[in-house]
């Protein structure tokens, strides 16, 4: 975490925004209990919101069951 941090100090999402965030959290793009890794290619530096939204997004991505709603 620290070494990824320390080449990537800034929000990765903000700056694509063009907006300078201080990095607060490393996103890994592959959630490690889908057989992601620690590797450099596998994280993203994000602020914690961009980091809030992004895990969000990702437990819909990951839903291991289908919900299914009954009324």
Do not use: M
């Not at 990765?12 to 607060?24: A, I, N, R």
Request: aromatic fraction near 8%.
């Amino acid at each position: 975490r620290a070494a990824y941090i320390s080449q990537h100090p800034l929000c990765e999402d903000c700056l694509e925004k063009g907006v300078t965030t201080p990095v607060q959290e490393v996103h890994h793009v592959l959630p490690l209990d889908h057989g992601g890794s620690h590797d450099f290619s596998n994280l993203r530096s994000l602020c914690k919101p961009c980091h809030s939204r992004q895990s969000a997004l990702d437990g819909d991505r990951w839903r291991q069951a289908l919900q299914v709603y009954t009324y």
